[in-house]
């Protein structure tokens, strides 16, 4: 209760020291924020001789092992990330459309086109924002 009164004060002061404006939001119209989540760690690619090409992918869509897309256990279906090959400093911008990669310690499964794109050949350690 203490605390609250003295908070109550403090706010009441600030409220009548001059040139205080109430509205301090007058004319914000929106504020726009990033957030970006950053993991490192193993990523595979999948499409090329596995049967995958040209099967539904967990978001519906047809896989396609030619097109900048990717597989991700939790990130949203549609979302962009940028997966950077640590190796070599390459990048790419790929689009979730498919759930994977299910083996212990990778978090991202790109097509075949995105590993070439990044010079990846079966495995590499990678960033992704």
């Known amino acids: 209760?203490?605390?609250?009164?003295?908070?109550?004060?403090?706010?009441?002061?600030?409220?009548?020291?001059?040139?205080?404006?109430?509205?301090?939001?007058?004319?914000?119209?929106?504020?726009?924020?990033?957030?970006?989540?950053?993991?490192?760690?193993?990523?595979?690619?999948?499409?090329?001789?596995?049967?995958?090409?040209?099967?539904?992918?967990?978001?519906?869509?047809?896989?396609?092992t030619h097109a900048m897309t990717a597989a991700h256990r939790t990130r949203r279906f549609g979302s962009r990330v940028t997966v950077t090959n640590l190796a070599n400093g390459r990048s790419v911008t790929v689009r979730i459309n498919d759930r994977g990669p299910f083996v212990r310690g990778r978090c991202i499964d790109l097509s075949h086109a995105a590993a070439r794109a990044i010079g990846m050949g079966g495995l590499a350690r990678v960033t992704v924002e």
Do not use: W
Request: charged share 15%.
């Open 1 to 64: 209760m203490i605390r609250f009164a003295a908070a109550l004060v403090c706010a009441c002061i600030f409220a009548s020291a001059p040139g205080y404006s109430q509205d301090i939001f007058a004319g914000v119209r929106s504020i726009e924020v990033t957030m970006t989540k950053v993991e490192s760690c193993i990523a595979s690619h999948y499409g090329v001789g596995d049967g995958y090409h040209g099967r539904r992918t967990a978001s519906g869509e047809r896989f396609n």
